[in-house]
């Protein structure tokens, strides 16, 4: 079949290398892609949010499977549109990816149906949020309802600092319209897990557990960012664990997605915050994570056209997921600088170093080629991966393999990982 992929990051990529491999597919195409998903699909010049030109070129080229990968089509409806155009699409419709949509949304979704969560209180003016701040216990939460490129959340140690939040997010409008409304929610502490999910509106199927690494520097320490480095599984994230989200979480959201009308298709991807108090949701995001994905859909057996078809077809009951008994790490390489400035269009060496090279990958977030060369362009420029039996030996290699890469004003994290040495 010909299969179309939305999207440009390190998480299209690893889609891509996935459906690269399928036995299902025939042709693959990428709108609009990137320099490294170009070695494994024809890229298309299309922008991810302009679904009309999408159906369009689907049509022309006969395209049978879609699949969307970034928050910000899905949100706004990219899958409603093949949909109505009776393309086959993965992901959810824009009814449904509401649940990272508007974190308002999803906290009322949790509190109806009794999903833990941090305790919270929705705000739609911002005198009403200082006035509730008065009483307030620190330190606190405050996030911008809509989607902030994961960067609306603000972490407040004091009043003062909390105040000047509510006017960062509701009055200055750092946050665009996602700020409209926001949520003040409890702090809470413990491990971070990301869970990613196959659903089919009925069925929720998780895939191995994840980490991300959010700050821009080693220790933690720095701006939030997209993400610099994930490994998998997460030893903290255990059977018993499991078993509780299964039935508390997981199960629980997929059935009040559909009491609600909102049926949820495609990648639910659970953020949990493991608490002393047991698993938390931080957030629900309607899609695959990145650099999550280049950590998880390297270890999976299955074909994931199979599974995501499935999906789409509301049997993914018959489906058995299967991950390698194994582990993977995922260093991003950034450009210097990157969350706030940072340079571009710097030639990249040593990329052909990953050819043919079990266990190693290197995903392309921000290149593209350029006279022949393949440059930056991007803050997250590169997501190297490496496989290996454990963790710690899935690390080594992974920092092995980012010395293979060169390229002027090249970033990292050291530490990625670096949590498991606890264990
Ligand atoms: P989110 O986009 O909701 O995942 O938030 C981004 C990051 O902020 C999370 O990965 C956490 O590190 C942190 N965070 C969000 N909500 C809370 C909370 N209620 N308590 C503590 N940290 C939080
Ligand atoms: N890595 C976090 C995210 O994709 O939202």
Redesign the pocket.
């Known amino acids: 079949m010909k299969v179309l992929i939305i999207g440009s990051g390190g ?1 299209e990529h690893a889609i891509a290398y996935c459906a690269a491999k399928s036995k299902r597919v025939s042709k693959l195409y990428a709108a609009p892609g990137n320099a490294g998903i170009a070695k494994l699909a024809e890229c298309v010049d299309i922008p991810v949010m302009d679904f009309e030109k999408q159906v369009a070129f689907a049509k022309e080229n006969a395209i049978d499977f879609v699949i969307v990968g970034p928050d910000d089509p899905l949100v706004a409806g990219c899958v409603d549109a093949f949909e109505a155009a009776g393309i086959k699409v993965f992901g959810p419709r824009k009814n449904a990816a509401i649940i990272e949509g508007s974190k308002a949304f999803s906290k009322d979704l949790m509190k109806k149906y009794g999903i833990p969560t941090a305790a919270y209180e929705t705000f739609d003016n911002a005198d009403k949020a200082l006035e509730y701040l008065e009483t307030a216990q620190f330190p606190i939460v405050l996030k911008a309802d809509g989607l902030a490129l ?1 960067k609306g959340v603000l972490i407040c140690n004091t009043l003062a600092e909390a105040k000047d939040g509510v006017k960062e997010i509701m009055l200055d409008k750092h946050f665009g319209d996602a700020g409209n409304r926001m949520v003040i929610e409890e702090y809470m502490t413990g491990r971070e897990v ?1 869970v990613l999910a196959f659903c089919d509106g009925t069925t929720i199927k998780t895939m191995t557990s994840a980490q ?1 690494h ?1 700050r821009a520097k080693d220790g933690d320490q720095g701006l939030n960012t ?2 610099m480095g ?1 490994f998998s599984p997460s030893p903290f994230y255990t059977k018993e664990i499991d078993d509780f989200c299964q039935k508390e979480i997981y199960n629980k959201t997929m059935a009040a997605m559909k009491a609600e009308g909102r049926a949820f298709t495609g990648v639910l ?1 659970t ?1 949990l915050m493991l608490t002393d108090k047991g698993a938390k949701v931080l957030e629900f ?1 309607a899609r695959f ?4 994905a280049q950590v998880v859909l390297p270890r999976m057996k299955n074909d994931i056209i199979d599974v995501m078809e499935a999906c789409i077809e509301g049997r993914l009951d018959e489906v058995n997921l299967e991950f390698e008994d194994n582990a993977a790490v995922c260093v991003v390489l950034a450009s210097d600088g990157y969350p706030v400035s940072y340079e571009k269009g710097f030639p990249i060496k040593g990329l052909e170093t990953f050819d043919n090279k079990e266990g190693y990958y290197v995903f392309h977030a921000g290149t593209k080629e350029e006279n022949g060369e393949i440059v930056t362009n991007g803050g997250r420029v590169l997501g190297v991966t490496a496989k290996g039996e454990n963790l710690l030996k899935a690390r080594a290699n992974a920092y092995e393999a980012v010395e293979w890469i060169d390229f002027q004003n090249k970033y990292m994290r050291h530490d990625i990982g670096k949590a498991i040495d606890e264990q």
């Open positions: 998480r994961g990301s991300d959010k997209g993400g994930t991807f953020g995001n994570g990145d650099p999550e």
